[in-house]
């Protein structure tokens, strides 16, 4: 088993792979589970997650065991890189793969868990949460953030950022790490970023608003870009899943 784990949990490390050993049989499941699984587990007194991580398909099993770095492996380097550019996410624990000479195996990546008072989605399902356009500028700062620190995160959906509330103030938190990459972005870049997170014109607008007033380009070229990259994506997005149900139909 290849395996690595933080400074700081180093000292705990028996009692993770202990807990890894019982991952299959306890655990508090979060989620459906459709390809990973995650479950929340008790590490003296606080909690971890635990992301297993779907056995790949037979090329990637010899990628991934000779040629790049796996998911769970990626998910680690990630979140350390993050914590270092002060970007919030939960606090990596470890990450551990299991492989034969051949083939790669099963992987899990290992981290703190994190409480939250919502996630992104439920700026997007809910028109009426509380303090919501305050919430949505805020993120979007959190975004400039990100590309002012080269980091691009491919997986910037509704999903896949914790939001706490502090005072007066929003803490974002990413997961779902293993997608980045770390290079000057242009400004085509930057805006395609936000493509993925809401179908709503009017957040999008309010997105366009705060990133125009943070870097001083005008409103309507940041908003006529965000808004035609998440049309263009929203319209691939629903014939993928239309294509889906036809072949499930079949």
Same mark, same amino acid.
């Given at each position: $088993?290849?395996? &690595?784990?933080?400074?700081?949990?180093?000292?705990?490390?028996?009692?993770?792979?202990?807990?890894?050993?019982?991952?299959?049989?306890?655990?508090?499941? *979060?989620?459906?589970?459709?390809?990973? *699984?995650?479950?929340?587990?008790?590490?003296?007194?606080?909690?971890?997650?635990?992301?297993?991580?779907? =056995?790949? !398909?037979?090329?990637? @099993?010899? *990628?991934?065991?000779?040629?790049? /770095?796996? @998911?769970?492996?990626?998910?680690?380097?990630? &979140?350390?890189?993050?914590?270092?550019?002060?970007?919030?996410?939960?606090?990596? *624990?470890?990450? $551990?793969?299991?492989? %034969?000479?051949?083939?790669?195996?099963?992987?899990?990546?290992?981290?703190?868990?994190?409480?939250?008072?919502?996630?992104?989605?439920?700026?997007?399902? !809910? &028109? %009426?949460?509380?303090?919501? #356009?305050?919430?949505?500028?805020?993120?979007?700062?959190?975004?400039?953030?990100?590309? #002012? %620190?080269?980091?691009?995160?491919?997986?910037?959906?509704?999903?896949?950022?914790? =939001?706490?509330?502090?005072? !007066?103030?929003?803490?974002?938190?990413?997961?779902?790490?293993?997608? $980045?990459?770390? /290079?000057?972005?242009?400004?085509?870049?930057?805006? @395609?970023?936000?493509?993925?997170?809401?179908?709503?014109?009017? +957040?999008?607008?309010? +997105?366009?608003? #705060?990133?125009?007033? =943070?870097?001083?380009?005008?409103?309507?070229?940041?908003?006529?870009?965000?808004?035609?990259?998440?049309?263009?994506?929203? +319209?691939?997005?629903?014939?993928?899943?239309?294509?889906?149900?036809?072949?499930?139909?079949?």
């Amino acid at each position: $088993m290849k395996k &690595a784990f933080s400074e700081k949990y180093k000292p705990k490390e028996k009692e993770v792979l202990n807990i890894l050993n019982s991952f299959e049989n306890n655990g508090e499941s *979060v989620g459906k589970g459709d390809r990973n *699984v995650i479950k929340i587990f008790p590490l003296g007194e606080q909690e971890i997650n635990i992301k297993s991580f779907k =056995i790949p !398909n037979l090329i990637n @099993k010899v *990628v991934y065991n000779f040629f790049r /770095k796996s @998911k769970a492996e990626r998910s680690f380097l990630n &979140a350390s890189y993050l914590l270092s550019n002060n970007i919030g996410t939960p606090y990596p *624990v470890a990450f $551990m793969e299991e492989s %034969n000479p051949l083939f790669f195996g099963k992987s899990y990546y290992i981290s703190e868990h994190q409480d939250a008072d919502l996630t992104y989605r439920e700026l997007v399902e !809910n &028109a %009426n949460y509380p303090d919501r #356009e305050n919430i949505l500028r805020q993120f979007t700062a959190f975004t400039h953030k990100l590309h #002012e %620190n080269r980091i691009l995160f491919k997986d910037h959906s509704p999903g896949n950022t914790l =939001i706490k509330k502090e005072e !007066n103030e929003y803490k974002f938190y990413l997961v779902d790490l293993n997608r $980045m990459d770390f /290079k000057d972005l242009s400004f085509h870049e930057r805006i @395609k970023n936000f493509s993925r997170l809401s179908p709503h014109k009017e +957040m999008v607008a309010t +997105m366009s608003d #705060e990133y125009a007033k =943070i870097t001083g380009q005008p409103y309507d070229k940041v908003f006529g870009l965000m808004w035609g990259l998440t049309e263009k994506f929203q +319209m691939k997005f629903h014939r993928k899943r239309e294509l889906k149900k036809k072949l499930k139909l079949k």
